[in-house]
Structures are given as structure tokens and as C-alpha cells.
T-cell receptor, first 113, second 116 residues
């Protein structure tokens, strides 16, 4: 089983639509959770951290369910500029005190005009 | 502005040659640096972690003698792909972690390597 699993998509949605991405992680010891955005042929960039109580940043809402080891990202009022790959990322504690980030394969979002 | 730079941004080399990729932390001293590799339509895979002043820790399946990592200073790490082969063609991305938070990482723009 992969450490971080995501639906690869693609999700093709019209402008203005609401779209939700899901992610599951396998290691219950995971400590921190993030959503990154990666544009084609570019490096990933942090979109938002995910907190246990859920958090919102403008049109983006992230949720975490530790019991189910499940993370979600909701995008409201989709814009053309939201088209990208969204990566679910988990911070995994490891021996030697150097935590490491584990990336999902990403979910491709294409917002259509 | 950019926090992390990588050089070169893309490189084409012949099979059997070695390629060095530089990663520089521009805004802070990075006690920890990471090297990732990403094949098309796949996720970023961590190759190795290096802490300044000590040897890099390689992930399982990554050959340390093939992918030489040198954390030369608190602002510079290099990855050398030795005796490159076409299957080494990939997108190599470094990231740096400042000493302040244990999870915060900043990614470089990546280096696209094509081995012919």
C-alpha cells in the first residue's frame, strides 16, 4: 500500500464549480499534513497546511480526519488559474530526528472556461 | 523572491557522463537539505537527506555511489549523477529546511536532466 494515496484524476470542471480532492495516508504516526500545488514542469509550492480542526484560506478549505487517516481539499468558485496538480503531503517522523515529507502522486485539476 | 535556487535548470548529457546539480539556499542557512526525483506523471520521491557536517542519508533503493551528495556549506548542496544513463532522465528537485521548524521546506525550481 502506498504511504499517501490520491485519485490521479483528471478532474475537469467548469469555472465557478466546487471541487473536492481526497487523500489517505497509511502511517498513523504522521505528524503534519499539507496540500501543495505543482504546475506543469515546475516545483511544488505549498498551498496550505492542514490542521485537525480544519482550516480555510479564501476559496480553499482543508480537512483532516486522523481516525480515518484521511485528508481533503475543497476548492470553491474554481478559477482557470487553479488548473494544476494538487499534491497531498504528509510529514513522516523518522529515526535520527530528520522528519521527511512523503508526497502523493497528485490529482490533476483542469478548470475549463 | 526565490528562496532556493538550482543550477542548471535543464541539462542534456550523453550516456556515461557525470552531471552536477547545485542547490543554493538564498535566504537562510539550511541545516537540512533534501533531494527528490520526479518521473513523468509520478510523485516526488525522496532520494536522500543531508545534514550539514554529516554524510547524506539515502533512501532505500537509491545508490549512494551513483548519486553523490555533498552538503558543502549551510547554503550549498550538490548532487552529482555519475555515469548517467537514459533511465536517470528525470526532474531533480532540491529542498531546504531552515532550522526553525522541523517540517517547513522550501523547494528549488528543479533541474530537468535528459540523458541521451
Amino acid at each position: 500500500r502506498k504511504e499517501v494515496e490520491q485519485d490521479p484524476g483528471p478532474f475537469n470542471v467548469p469555472e465557478g464549480a466546487t471541487v473536492a480532492f481526497n487523500c489517505t495516508y497509511s502511517n498513523s504516526a504522521s505528524q503534519s499534513f499539507f496540500w501543495y500545488r505543482q504546475d506543469c514542469r515546475k516545483e511544488p509550492k505549498l498551498l496550505m497546511s492542514v490542521y485537525s480542526s480544519g482550516n480555510e484560506d479564501g476559496r480553499f478549505t482543508a480537512q483532516l480526519n486522523r481516525a480515518s487517516q484521511y485528508i481533503s481539499l475543497l476548492i470553491r468558485d474554481s478559477k482557470l488559474s487553479d488548473s494544476a496538480t494538487y499534491l497531498c503531503v504528509v510529514n513522516l517522523p523518522s529515526r535520527g530526528a530528520t522528519n521527511k515529507l512523503i508526497f502523493g502522486t497528485g490529482t490533476l485539476l483542469a478548470v475549463q472556461p | 523572491g526565490a528562496v532556493v535556487s538550482q543550477h542548471p535548470s535543464w541539462v542534456i548529457c550523453k550516456s556515461g557522463t557525470s552531471v552536477k546539480i547545485e542547490c543554493r539556499s538564498l535566504d537562510f542557512q539550511a541545516t537540512t537539505m533534501f533531494w527528490y526525483r520526479q518521473f513523468p506523471k509520478q510523485s516526488l520521491m525522496l532520494m536522500a537527506t543531508s545534514n550539514e557536517g554529516s554524510k547524506a542519508t539515502y533512501e532505500q533503493g537509491v545508490e549512494k555511489d551513483k548519486f553523490l551528495i555533498n552538503h558543502a556549506s549551510l547554503t550549498l548542496s550538490t548532487l552529482t549523477v555519475t555515469s548517467a544513463h537514459p533511465e536517470d532522465s528525470s526532474f531533480y528537485i532540491c529542498s531546504v529546511r531552515p532550522g526553525t521548524r522541523n517540517y517547513e521546506q522550501y523547494f528549488g525550481p528543479g533541474t530537468r536532466l535528459t540523458v541521451t
